[in-house]
Nanobody, 124 residues
């Protein structure tokens, strides 16, 4: 599976962005998908994830209520709608895929494939 994240950019605090992640291959529906982010000088952190079935969705506390993850298996796409953005959301955002993932979706090391990242910058 190859992943390509896009949709990042520069936005003012309080604004919105929608990140997209395009996946190659015919087995996309069997992969849990996650979004992670890494700010300069900080460790990578979990943002949101959706299980392969779509039955489990999880968010980091810092984004709960502001971000929404969704997937479209027919298009091999996963999305991250980000609203009410804050300067502390500034980071490179990565999408990742884990085969048959249903639990432990916050653990980055469980994921099999990673995209290249897209920069999100939120100005105050």
């Amino acid at each position: 599976v190859q992943l390509q994240a896009f949709g990042g950019g520069l936005v003012q605090a309080g604004g919105s962005l929608r990140l997209s992640c395009a996946a190659s291959g015919r087995t996309f529906g069997s992969y849990a998908m996650g979004w992670f982010r890494q700010a300069p000088g900080k460790e990578r952190e979990f943002v949101a994830a959706i299980s392969w079935s779509g039955g489990t969705i999880d968010y980091a506390d810092s984004v709960k209520g502001r971000f929404t993850i969704s997937r479209d298996n027919a298009k091999n796409m996963v999305y991250l709608q980000m609203n009410s953005l804050k300067p502390e959301d500034t980071a490179v955002y990565y999408c990742a895929a884990e085969r048959w993932g249903t639990s432990g979706l916050r653990v980055g090391d469980r994921y099999d494939y990673w995209g290249q990242g897209t920069q999100v910058t939120v100005s105050s």
